[in-house]
């Protein structure tokens, strides 16, 4: 048994079964045992992989939007260039080296990291060297100021509530004990049908649904920032871009599907974004949303094409690795179609670079 399970195992014998939220907030965050406070995830050696480990392409296109934002922003002299959970600091350290390319933006940049992880903060540490970067534990202390906001993969990783349908009414899922094992029950008590999306009122018996109020409610704060101050976000992340029923909590280890409840604190532990509730919540708290696009589509419109070509005539003996590693970030297959992005800005802000087609 995990050192976290041994906590859950004592937190539900004390406390009775608790939410599905609850599980993923303990096994990905607990301060001692939790999954991102013990280790570095990424990589080939990790459990999974993240578009910007795949290729520097990925941090450099974005960087490059960064600069364009800022130019269509009236090139303030003061920026925070913010990240949510950031990893190893492998985008931003590609963005800032793209953004070279105006440096007066670099001269007006503050960076603001939110990280959790003391494993990760270490190595972005060392990655970031040299730049003006500022460590937070949320976004609540990142101070006031013109923001462009980045989350690649972030969002995935911020805990979801989910609700079944029985045969009269929808229940919490909830992680109990049974057996001597953790296992899923519901709630005895119905979910208030006010807190239920319409669409799902009819749906059949054991179909699923998931919310996610951390997720609205870091969205809240990041639009709420950028009414005031100006700027925007941009959220990278997989997902959906209407909300939908679905059961999509899923555990990843060594680069394989695990159990979602049998090695709690040693495997990823993630959800499907919705993208429509993400939407709704920056309309909600006055910004406006661009798209969802696909990763592919924003990618292609940003230029990953002419971005590899150049990249490959100047490294021939590479050539084959990078035209590999621009189909895996652009491929309908592959991450292309499953990863899905999504701007906020002000609601009199025109679309942002890669947008000008978007919904
Ligand atoms: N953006 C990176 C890493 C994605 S993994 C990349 O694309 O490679 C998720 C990241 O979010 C990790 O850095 C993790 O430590 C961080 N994280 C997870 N939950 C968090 C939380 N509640 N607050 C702040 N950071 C969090």
């Known amino acids: 048994m995990t050192a976290l399970a041994g906590h859950l195992r004592r937190l539900i014998a004390a406390d009775g079964p608790i939410p599905v939220s609850r599980y993923m907030a303990e096994a990905l965050g607990h301060p001692e045992h939790g999954y991102y406070v013990t280790r570095d995830p990424l990589g080939r ?3 999974f992989i993240t578009a910007p480990e795949i290729s520097q392409m990925f941090g450099e296109l974005i960087g490059l939007w960064c600069v364009d934002l800022w130019q269509r922003l009236g090139a303030p002299g003061r920026l925070q260039l913010l990240e949510l959970g950031p990893g190893r600091g492998t985008l931003m350290a590609d963005a800032l080296r793209a953004a070279r390319v105006r440096p007066d933006f670099g001269a007006a940049v503050a ?3 939110v990280e959790t992880s003391p494993a990760l903060t270490a190595l972005q540490q060392d990655r970031l060297r040299g730049h003006d970067v500022t ?3 949320s976004l609540e202390s990142v101070p006031p100021g013109t923001i462009v906001a980045i989350a690649n993969e ?11 349908r029985r045969e009269a009414s929808w229940h919490e899922r909830l992680v ?3 057996d001597d094992r953790l296992g899923f029950v519901l709630a005895p008590t119905p979910l208030s049908p006010k807190l239920l999306p319409a669409s799902l009122a009819a749906g059949p018996v054991g179909s699923t649904f998931e919310i996610a109020p951390a997720r609205q409610a870091v969205m809240t704060a990041l639009t709420e920032r950028i009414a005031r101050h100006g ?8 997902g959906h871009a209407r909300s939908g029923s679905g059961d999509t909590l899923q555990a990843v280890k060594r680069h394989a599907y695990h159990d979602v409840l049998s090695d709690p604190g040693e495997a990823d532990l993630t959800a499907h974004v919705d993208f429509e509730a993400l939407a709704e919540a920056a309309s909600a708290a006055g910004g406006k949303a661009h798209g969802p696009l696909s990763q592919g589509a924003f990618l292609g419109a940003l230029g990953i094409d002419s971005r590899a070509d150049r990249l490959a005539a ?3 003996e590479k050539a084959a690795e990078i035209r590999q590693a621009r189909d895996r970030l652009v491929a309908a297959a592959e991450m292309g179609r499953l990863f ?3 701007a906020v800005t002000r609601p009199d802000f025109g679309a942002p670079a890669g947008f000008e087609t978007a919904p």
């Open 45 to 47: 050696d990790g459990d």
């Open 111 to 113: 960076v603001h990291l």
């Open 135 to 137: 460590w937070h534990q």
């Open 154 to 164: 972030f969002f995935d990783a911020l805990p979801v509530r989910q609700f079944e």
């Open 176 to 178: 109990a004990v049974r």
């Open 231 to 238: 700027g925007a976000a941009l959220v990278i992340d997989y």
């Open 314 to 316: 100047g490294s021939p």
């Open 340 to 342: 899905k992005v999504l």
